[in-house]
């Protein structure tokens, strides 16, 4: 924390005395305890609601819990599905990076062009307006037909959800540069294509990185609709299989895995921002 | 070497004119000025009266629709690192450190990494920021931040140094301080300035000669040469009469524009 901290309190003498143990245990906990309090709540309602009660629709709270074990374990019910957890994850796992990748390496130079070149601009940013309102999910009859069954329709599907996020907000951030740092680079003697890279890009940076999560996170979102397509694992596949076979309880469990697969994701990606984006105030 | 008789600046009936939606603002009508090398000249006036203009004319940041730039008797036909601008702004990059905002234009020219070291290492014991040197701009204050600036185009061998208000925005007491190290370094390194103010007290306590400007449209009303001896007493009875002869004609121009 202390790169994050500005000089003038750095300067200063330590003004913060820590706290006593006891109180800072408290306040430590606070937050995560706080967190935990609405979930605790649902589980509870969900539990009464639905616990020792004949031909409902929606399993207990602790049926989830099980099958869960099971999914990932095994050891309970021994069927088609205990123990593929890790199948499943993966497939989605690279489904939804490689997706992400595919989206990256096209929007990312599209958007940097888009930003930079009018003429580009002109030609392509129309189309792609009007094709951004489309929703992901108006796309699947058509990816398969284009890419037929299986993995590269999901791939596509993916590829598409994050691709919107990254490109708007990598034009947004070229177009949103601070002319006076353009200024700057050329009294320094930084023209042309140098001062776009020395400049252009870096100042754009935050808002790149804003893309990038916001498409990481859309990736997670359509992984659901991108596994549609007819391939036999990951975590979409399984849940619209359990969707056919009446197997709700696994249906939560997909859910609940992809829920904390993109929590902890988008974690990472906001750790790695914080590193290199450290010299910008809205991250560090 | 350079003949020190000729100017290392002049403009000559320099004009500018703004095309605004469909309406045309006179920003500058025919400046003339010639400044020698080493000199320190304020250029003081109204808002409007075009100085920050004739500043980016110079800077190379705008282009004269009238008149010509000269540097060294050469047009100034763009942007360069001979005329180094110090905006109110600062216009650091916020993704360098001090270090690496200070080497930006040697490494931008080319210097060898030894080379760039040494310049950035000279420049921020210059402006005596060896402590934050690996602090970026937005960690640092006001003052830090526009000693970044002007060590980044000393840097960069500027043999002019713009200034566009760039003691404005920081409080009374940094901006003293500041002044004082600006006159040290000028004094130190032969440099040129030109430098925009909308303080009286400041244009007189620094600079060689003070050139009015007025506004509607914006021009050159008249010089003065300042020749108190430095370092100059803000208090002293010489000062507080250029004081009053320059509030008088920054006034009549009000009063002229207020007519």
Redesign the interface.
Known sequence: ML?T????AMTAAPAVEPAPSSASFFTRARDPLLAVLFPGAVLVVWHFATYGQKYNLIPPPSEVALALWDLTFGGINDDAYSRTLHIHLLASLSRVYGGFAIALAVALPLGLMIGRIALVRRVLDPTLQVLRPIPVTAWLPLAMIMFGLGPRSAFFLVCLGAFYPILINTIFGVRTV?P??F????????EGT?QFF??GL??S?PAIFTGLRLGLGFAWVVIVVGEMTGVQTGLGAIIMEARQLSRTEIVICGMIVIGIAGFISDRLVMLLGKRL?????NF? | MRDTANPILELRGVGKQFELQDQRIEALRDANLRVRKGEFVCLIGASGCGKSTLLRIVAGFEKTTRGQALMWDRPIAGPGPQRGMVFQDYGLFPWLTVRGNIGFGPTARGRSTQEIKDIVERFITLVGLQRFADAYPHQLSGGMKQRVAIARVLANDAEIVLMDEPFGALDAMTRERLQYELLDIWQRTGLTVLFVTHSIEEAIFLADRIVVMSPGPGRIDSEIAVTLPRPRDVVASDFNDLRRELAQKLHSHHSRKAA
């Open positions: 790169e901290t500005p000089i003038a601070d006076r740092l200024e700057a680079a050329s009294m320094l003697g930084c140098a020395r400049v870096p100042a940076l984006l450290r010299w910008s105030p560090a």
